[in-house]
């Protein structure tokens, strides 16, 4: 049996990458632009196409309201709790949204679940995936923030699956970059995880044990990183800008943007040098320019960094463990890249941190070697095995609005409880339970997960019937629910009510084109991709045609381009997607001499004074040469 | 809610009870099979039976963290990701449960409740439904008091029923709080001699148990009501403390 392709994928908020296990080590696979990182932007361009990555990224600042970065946010979250988010970010909610229903958020005209939009970022990595192997790629592994609760994971599933992925396992990012770090090192031994990426926050503790990798404690939050710094240095920007340039830009989106733009890149010099100058370009032909210094900077961020803090120490609290007994300290996430986060941890817990690992790259590497271990293993993984924990308690609701906890934060999963109902009137037949997510003593105070109906309990005296509910926790840290009337030994029937996440059926909706069907999609795809550099290879023909380099070719050479021009014209229109590959090859082939006649005239109009844009240089014969092949490597 | 009531141990069926692995047909499978490495079907055992271990209190730690490690590399959902839905399904309810079982057995004082809870005993239920009652009636949790710690208790309750005025007020008693931090104190250390005071007991109950069918029902019983007046003064004890400390914090 030959091993399935099971790909790695971090879905991150700022970035997202997809890795595999080439061999005996994990690699990440680069996009079309030869990049490791796609950013996890989504736009629409003037066709209402679906742009993703960095070509979307000048959508941001260009058409703000056809674009939208760090949606990973808004998974598997209410209108009631994102508040504080729309005050920072520039989500525009859709305006018919009812309480209670799944938030949808404005893009262009449209408008989207958060789940559909990750999913456009998770059709991007898996068409980068089969564009490198030259294979349909349909499994793989996604990494969750550890302090996801059940909602935000459900809905990171739900993309996966609108993507057409079968999402194999969910796993926690510090864990996934454990396994990164484990492979390489090959140790026992205590080792503390410390992930602060663009939008979230995870602290795991593991005992790496012969290949075992047990996370005995996590902790988190899932709403802190990188995209605070940002946000804090926009809004003082924003406030210095009305202050000495009268000018207030709050509600200007692009000159937000290009703001954003500018202290993102401070903030990234900052790391490595001791100050920056900013200096944007505003409407109205003002500049902002202003220096910062690192200790500056340093001070500014201090708060936001400092939230990391109780973090960790619950986390060694319930570990039960003090920061000297933490054998290694392993930092992931771009933020980690700060040189006060760094003291910060080397401060926490006393010893320098293992900074060797990419900290962009690891989660996704961790994934794929997750991805092989579900694949059934090689040499490297054959031994492998993580055992994580849930992150927050699992409780039920009960007299009093009082939140009983039946399954308790860090226990490992799967992790299961069961729980006894009874009726209080005789002949009833429904019991409501709802299922909360937290650590308070209030079910107010706790995330509402689901209210579940019991239904169908025969017809008994009240206090008779004796259903047996069982909650079990899944390895991906999703909650199912199943119940038995033990008297009568009927399955109670249960009716889910999600309080946050997609029924099945939206879902099934939304799944993105016949993306279930993933071999016929591929190759769909492969044909309409060669029916586009068809188009494009035949385009820039026509222009060669008109240009002086044509009157130079001798009449047998133009004869032959003729000729297989009418073959790919007349392939173009049929299925067969080989074909057409083979006639635009032999096209590419035999206009070769005039693409480097097109490109001498070219330089020798430079020469004569012109530039670069006066010079017609077609659509683009010169570099690259549209006819290239896509490169498989 | 109903309480659950369980089986006592002793009716159940031994540990090295064997069947038949459902993919290979071999014999001695329980957990997964030990000729081809197969995954079966869950069986409702408690969590002292499926570790294949004999229901005492006192165990090896060091012992049951390897088997718990050896156990999820067979039964973990991770190893049968490609099995089919049936084995899978399997899979998932066998390690919950394995993880289950380690969480409860590998904590000396879960383990004693479990074990309690198999005999018929239930200690958190008993708490829960007096919280509950408490609730609905509208009063406090009011949890009662062990006998042997009744006359310190009304002592302490009153001193920090004071603490508790003076700080509405804005006031702070050194003496006091002197004082209640120094009962603190005794109370924690209670809390740690009780510990031996139920190590003494696992030991009994342990020795009844290596004494098999023979070890009377009377003598049994014993034993478990001393071990349920340890965890209940325990219990006590330590929800006094949490008190105390919020008390002083506050």
Redesign the interface.
């Known amino acids: 049996m030959t091993a399935?392709r099971i790909v790695g994928i971090d879905l991150g908020t700022t970035n997202s990458l997809v890795a595999f296990m080439q061999g005996e080590k994990p690699v990440v696979i680069p996009g079309e632009d030869g990049s490791n990182l796609v950013p996890s932007v989504v736009a629409l361009d003037e066709n209402n196409q679906a742009i993703i990555g960095n070509r979307a990224r000048k959508y941001l600042i260009e058409t703000p309201d056809h674009a939208v970065y760090s949606i990973k946010r808004l998974m598997g979250r209410g209108i009631e709790d994102i508040e504080e988010e729309l005050k920072l970010f520039p989500f525009r909610v859709a305006e018919d949204l009812h309480a209670g229903e799944v938030l949808r958020i404005k893009l262009g005209d449209k408008t989207s679940t958060p789940p559909e939009i990750s999913a456009l970022i998770l059709r991007q990595l898996k068409r980068n995936a089969e564009r490198y192997f030259g294979e349909a790629v349909s499994k793989a592994v996604i990494t969750v923030p550890a302090y996801f609760n059940d909602a935000q994971r459900q809905a990171t599933k739900d993309a996966g699956r609108i993507a057409g992925l079968d999402v194999?396992?969910l796993v926690n990012e510090p864990t996934a970059a454990s396994l990164a770090y484990g492979l390489d090192k090959q140790q026992n031994g205590i080792v503390a995880v410390y992930d602060l990426g663009g939008g979230t926050f995870d602290i795991s503790i593991l005992k790496l044990?012969?290949g075992?990798f047990e996370v005995i404690a996590t902790n988190g939050d899932t709403h802190l990183g990188g995209d605070d710094i940002d946000n804090l240095l926009i809004t003082i920007a924003l406030d210095d800008i009305r202050g000495d340039l009268g000018l207030d830009l709050r509600r200007n989106a692009e000159a937000v943007q290009a703001i954003r733009k500018a202290v993102i890149d401070a903030k990234i010099a900052l790391s490595s040098q001791p100050s920056v100058k900013l200096d944007v370009e505003l409407p109205q032909g003002k500049r902002y320019q202003r220096e910062i210094t690192r200790e500056q900077f340093e001070q500014l961020i201090q708060p936001i960094i400092d939230r990391t803090v109780g973090p960790c120490r619950q986390a060694l609290k319930d570990a039960n463990l003090k920061p000297e007994q933490i054998e290694e300290v392993v930092l992931v996430g771009g933020s980690t890249r700060i040189p006060k986060v760094r003291a910060l941890v080397k401060e926490m817990f006393r010893r320098e941190p293992h900074i060797d690992l990419n900290p962009d790259e690891v989660v996704a590497l961790g994934a794929a070697v997750?991805a092989n271990?579900?694949?059934?293993g090689s040499e490297a993984t054959q031994n492998m095995?993580?055992?994580d924990v849930t992150p927050l308690s699992l409780g039920i609701e009960?007299?009093?609005g009082?939140t009983?906890k039946i399954i308790l934060r860090n226990?490992?999963?799967?992790?299961?409880?069961?729980?006894?109902?009874?009726t209080q009137v005789d002949g009833q037949a429904n019991v409501a339970i709802h299922v909360l997510q937290g650590e308070r003593e209030l079910a107010k105070d706790c995330r509402s997960l689901a209210r579940f109906d019991l239904k169908g309990i025969p017809p008994m005296a009240a206090?008779i019937p004796?259903v047996e509910v069982k909650f079990?926790?899944?390895?991906n840290g999703i909650l199912h629910v199943s119940a038995r009337e033990q008297r009568s030994g009927k399955e109670a029937e249960i009716q889910v009510q999600p309080s946050y996440g997609l029924t099945d059926e939206q879902v099934e909706s939304m799944i993105l084109d016949s993306f279930d069907n993933a071999e016929e999609d591929f190759r769909r795809r492969q044909l309409i991709e060669a029916r586009n550099e068809a188009s494009t290879i035949l385009a820039a023909l026509e222009k060669g045609k008109k240009s002086p380099a044509w009157g130079q070719l001798t009449s047998d050479e133009k004869k032959q381009i003729a000729k297989m021009e009418k073959a790919l014209n007349a392939v173009k229109a049929e299925e067969d997607y080989a074909a057409i590959r083979r006639a635009i090859e032999a096209l590419n082939q035999g206009t070769m001499r005039l693409a480097e006649l097109m490109m001498d005239s070219a330089v020798s109009s430079v020469l004569k004074g012109k530039n670069m844009d006066e010079t017609d240089l077609g659509e683009g014969l010169i570099a690259p040469h549209p006819m290239a092949k896509a490169e498989f490597k | 809610m109903i309480k659950s009531t369980l089986t006592p141990i002793s009716n159940k069926p031994l540990p090295d009870d064997t069947h038949a692995c459902w993919s290979c047909g071999a014999m001695r499978a329980e957990h997964f099979c030990e000729s081809c490495g197969k995954v079966q079907p869950p069986a409702p055992v408690d969590y002292f039976t499926f570790f294949g271990l004999q229901p005492k209190v006192n165990l090896d730690a060091a012992q049951l963290e390897e088997d718990f490690y050896q156990l999820s590399r067979k039964l973990h959902p991770d190893v049968s990701a490609r099995a089919s839905a049936r084995e899978q399904e399997w899979s998932l309810e066998q390690s919950s449960m394995l993880n289950d079982a380690y969480r409860t057995l590998r904590d000396p004082i879960k383990r004693t409740q479990y074990l309690l809870r198999l005999e018929g005993v239930e200690l958190e239920e008993q708490s829960k439904s007096a919280t509950e009652e408490a609730r609905t009636t509208g009063q406090v949790k009011k949890q009662i008091v062990p006998p042997g710690l009744l006359e310190e208790v009304f002592e302490l309750n009153m001193q920090l029923e004071e603490l508790r005025m003076q700080k509405k007020v804005g006031e702070d008693d050194l003496a006091l709080i002197k004082e209640i931090g120094r009962q603190k104190l005794e109370l924690e250390e209670k809390y740690e001699s009780l510990l031996e005071e139920l190590q003494k007991y696992w030991k009994e109950w342990d020795g009844l148990i290596d004494r098999g069918r023979e070890a009377a029902a009377d003598e049994r019983a014993a034993v478990i009501k001393k071990m349920v007046d340890v965890l209940n003064r325990r219990n006590y004890i330590r929800n006094l403390v949490r008190d105390l400390t919020s008390a002083l914090e506050s």
């Open positions: 399935e194999l396992r044990h012969d075992i997750q271990i579900l694949g059934g095995l993580l055992l009960v007299a009093g009082v009983d226990s490992t999963i799967p992790a299961s409880a069961i729980q006894f109902y009874t206090g004796r079990l926790i899944d390895a």
